[in-house]
């Protein structure tokens, strides 16, 4: 077996430059095929993001110096949201709420036979017979940022616990974008394809898909 190999990180904070970021990312084609992204700049929002999700449970309260519980955003709309609310944000084209069991888990297509933990995985998920998804789920799509001082606009109804954060989440979705398309554009010169044809499907697609 082949020694594992480190996955490269690569700082894009001074590679504005295509080609200079091809360069940089180029080998990680050839070898491991990861890499870890730094000097992106979006550490606050994305802090901010798992504030909103709620995907810290505790919190440290100063004046008391102890660790007690915090009951956050995804754990209000999942524990004590309405069912009239959640119907309203119903899971459609691929955004909104999904309920326990709604979404089923089938095995996907396989080259070679399965082994070991796999084989098992795929015993349990007989493709005539899928095992419900044993979870909740919110899938948040396009939102687009407010001019002039008017208010965001989603692309699907969003709960009311989360529509108050529509100027967060808008804002966080086009820094993302943002640096998927300087990537994009590196990979395109790494492969020497075309940048515009794949900048433009997601382009397309972002309008409308989580």
Known sequence: M?????VPVVDISQLDDPHSLADAIKDTLSSTGFLFVTGHGLEEQAERMFEISGASVHRLESSRTSLTSSLLLAERFFRDETDDEKHRCAYADNKGYTKVSQEVCVPSPRH???????ARSLRRLDPTRPAPDLKEGFNTAHIQL???????????????????????LAAFQL??????????QAFAVALNVSPFSSISCVRRSSSSRG
């Open 2 to 6: 082949a020694p594992a190999q480190a």
């Open 112 to 118: 070679g036979p399965a082994r070991g933990a796999d």
């Open 146 to 168: 407010g001019e002039n001082g008017n208010p965001p606009i989603p692309s699907q109804p969003l709960p009311n616990l989360l529509q108050q954060h529509a100027a967060d």
């Open 175 to 184: 820094a993302c974008f943002s640096i998927c398309q300087r990537l994009l």
